[in-house]
């Protein structure tokens, strides 16, 4: 029986799966591949590259027409730069591949023979000379995780294939695609003598890159809709809308969310229970919380400096804190943290989630504040009491902690979620909403008043918005309670509340912390200043 693939590429019969060879453009590559051409598949971790890699292998020697072979060379990177092991991992990958998907024991022979006495800065060059002169179709060859390598031996490969170029197809491979995360113009590769060489001037064979993208819409249903058909299990349809709203179609979190909700739900198991929405929404935040690999993964890029400044922006909502160039935003589009059209915006909803909760992790675990104090008799949140016990957490901590983010532009709203996030942990939800542009985050709380029902009973729905005072106050709260007031209504919330964060050095904390209630379109709204 399939089930959704969370781990390594899928297999046709074990895994649901879209077939692999229609998410590339598989004309334009047998183009390529025809016209002796080398190029780059790039695509964020865990999209399905190495699954559209062997599709393709496959694929062609069904043909009959070249040898293709597959070669996994990311073990190299353990040795990081030092050229002579590196050069005998690469080569010994591409024996084995083509011991394994080809039967073919040539180049492991030649290795044993001749590769021991080929220096390592020109192994790999002559090991695919040899292969394709001995071959009886010209060879195609696919490398992936290509960018996983380091220092001298990403440059040394990358120069032994481009040495190798002229000479194809007749005594080289015909074709190569290299595979990786990264497009080859991305690459910064730091030798041994501290020099910095890029991608693009090591490898200037480069005809194009390609790019897989992520399930379409109705990829993402149809591979859900595999699940009910194989075990005759029911899934809500409301659910899709929020899946695609949750993934935007990136493979991993599609089938991530499936092995949640059908198999780790373990009540799910039974297929004659049906998959609801709630069922959905309880396996979407216990996979946030996970903090599984894939995850982690993402959540680590947040460290490099050309992410930071695009991811600031948007957590921020600033358009006047952006200044990257044009290849860094292209870079973090490629780690697929962030989209571009129709506008810029992280990637997708969990995406949007995980990363505040990343960046404030260990500000959670560090406030002392208990979930107990802010619940009222009737099991609600008391939403005064708890922005009250901010405001004066904020007062007398917000210098220590602001200096603690890594991402001290969006501080004081990171340490309000961090806050929220520490209560409501474990019995609500918060919904985030930023962009940028928007000058403000939009929090939607969602809280079960009895336990017992969870979100299947009553519940007690918040909007908090947060906004920076760059304007006059009055300006700055009119603009708010009008957003507040839209978002609520949107959400359906019963409670709402704008805290506008004054970060101007000279003003007092008398004159920074205030509250007061405004009536605005017949709603009460808590307007607070931190």
């Known amino acids: ?43 964020p971790r865990q999209t399905g590259k190495t699954t559209a890699l062997l599709a393709l292998m496959h694929h062609l020697n069904a043909q009959g027409t070249y040898r293709a072979l597959y070669a996994n060379i990311e073990n190299a990177q353990a040795v990081r730069g030092d050229l002579e092991r590196g050069m005998v991992i690469i080569t010994r990958a591409i024996a084995q591949a083509a011991s394994l998907y080809l039967k073919d024991q040539r180049l492991g022979d030649w290795l044993g023979q001749e590769g021991e006495r080929t220096p390592a800065g020109d192994r790999l060059s002559s090991l695919l000379t040899y292969w394709a002169q001995v071959s009886d179709q010209p060879v195609v060859l696919f490398l992936d995780e290509v960018d996983a390598l380091v220092g001298d031996t990403l440059i040394s490969l990358l120069r032994q294939i481009r040495t190798g170029y002229t000479q194809r197809p007749d005594a080289f491979p015909q074709a190569m695609i290299l595979c990786g995360v990264r497009d080859v113009r991305d690459y ?22 390609l790019r897989l993208g992520n399930f379409s819409r109705a990829e993402t249903e149809y591979l859900w809709q595999q699940h009910t058909d194989a075990t005759g299990q029911s899934i809500d349809a409301a659910i899709y809308p929020e ?30 229970v049906p998959i609801t ?57 490629d780690l697929g943290l962030i989209t571009t059209r129709p506008q810029l915006c992280i990637a997708n909803r969990i995406y949007q989630e ?68 520490r209560i409501v942990n474990g019995g609500g939800r918060i919904n985030r909403e930023y962009g940028l542009g928007r000058r403000r985050t939009d929090l939607f709380l969602e809280w079960p008043i009895d336990e017992a029902q969870g979100y299947l009973g009553p519940v007690q729905r918040v909007v908090i918005e947060l906004k920076i005072l760059h304007q006059g106050l009055e300006t700055t709260i009119k603009q708010g309670l009008v957003q507040t007031a839209d978002y609520a209504d949107r959400c359906g919330a019963d409670e709402t509340h704008l805290i506008i964060f004054n970060r101007r050095p000279k003003i007092s904390w008398n004159k920074r912390i205030w509250q007061r209630d405004v009536v605005w379109m017949e709603r009460t709204i808590g307007v607070w200043g931190a």
């Not at 952006?322 to 589009?333: G, K, L, N, R, S």
């Not at 002392?368 to 904020?394: A, I, V």
């Not at 210098?399 to 996030?421: H, M, N, S, T, V």
């Open 277 to 333: 929405l709630e069922r959905y929404k309880a396996a979407r935040e216990r996979l946030i919380q996970s903090r599984a690999t894939h995850l982690d993964q993402l959540t680590d890029k947040l460290r490099e400096p050309r992410v930071h400044g695009i991811v600031a922006a948007l957590l921020e909502g600033e358009t006047a804190s952006i200044d990257v160039t044009t290849d860094d935003q292209q870079y973090v589009e």
């Open 243 to 272: 899946l695609w709203l949750d993934t935007a179609g990136q493979p991993w979190l599609v089938n991530a969310l499936g092995l949640e909700v059908s198999w780790n739900d373990r009540q799910a198991r039974d297929r004659s």
């Open 354 to 421: 995980v990363i505040p909760r990343e960046l404030t992790w260990i500000a959670q675990t560090r406030i002392t504040h208990e979930q107990p104090w802010y619940l009222t008799p009737e099991r609600r949140l008391d939403m005064k009491k708890l922005l009250s016990g901010f405001q004066q957490f904020f007062r007398e901590n917000s210098d220590i902690w602001l200096e603690k983010f890594d991402y001290k532009e969006a501080g004081p709203q990171l340490l309000l979620q961090a806050f929220l996030q």
């Open 188 to 209: 910064r590769i730091h030798t041994a003598h501290h020099e910095i060489i890029t991608g693009g001037s090591a490898f200037n064979i480069k005809a194009v890159s």
């Open 1 to 43: 029986m399939p089930t959704f693939n969370a781990a390594g590429p899928s297999v046709p019969g074990q895994h649901y799966m879209i077939d692999p060879l229609n998410r590339i453009d598989l004309a334009e590559i047998e183009s390529l591949i025809a016209g002796q051409r080398y190029f780059v598949l790039h695509a």
